[in-house]
């Protein structure tokens, strides 16, 4: 299997097993989101050679997140309303599913390109992650 295969899987994996989080409460599953993620793009570094620890993966994920802005922010304000409520609780769950699954896999294919491309740069990464969330 190709260090592509390999990495492909693992966000294939990521962006599945993400959804799965949405039924958690709110706060919480922000939590167990960033940890999963975190663990995940460890992995993707290791199909191309390269060395990240955990507390660094997830911080690197913190940054990927912020390239999601306002639709990250938006959707958990939104779903965390439904949530909240009680009876909407199905649909907070249901946006949260397509907000992490979306999410995950931008994220995975920024890592990607991260560890094996070298981009550093921001604004290309921004533009790699944007491009990834209409896919």
């Known amino acids: 299997m190709t ?36 663990g995940s793009v460890v992995g993707i570094a290791t199909c191309y050679g390269k060395s990240i620890s955990k507390g660094n993966a997830t911080d690197l994920v913190m940054q990927f997140m912020k390239y999601g802005g306002i639709a990250f922010t938006g959707g958990k304000l939104i779903s965390g309303v439904l949530k909240a409520t009680g009876a ?26 991260y560890f094996k491309d070298n981009i550093r740069d921001p604004s290309e990464l921004k533009k790699i992650y944007k491009n990834a969330t209409k896919k």
Do not use: Q
């Open 3 to 38: 260090p592509d295969e390999k990495a492909n899987g693992i966000i294939t994996a990521m962006s599945a097993g993400t959804a799965a989080i949405a039924a958690m409460p709110p706060v919480v599953d922000v939590a167990v989101f960033a940890a999963a993620i975190g």
């Open 88 to 113: 909407a609780y199905a649909a907070g769950g249901l946006i949260d599913a397509a907000l992490y699954t979306t999410m995950s896999y931008a994220i995975g294919v920024t890592a990607k390109a």
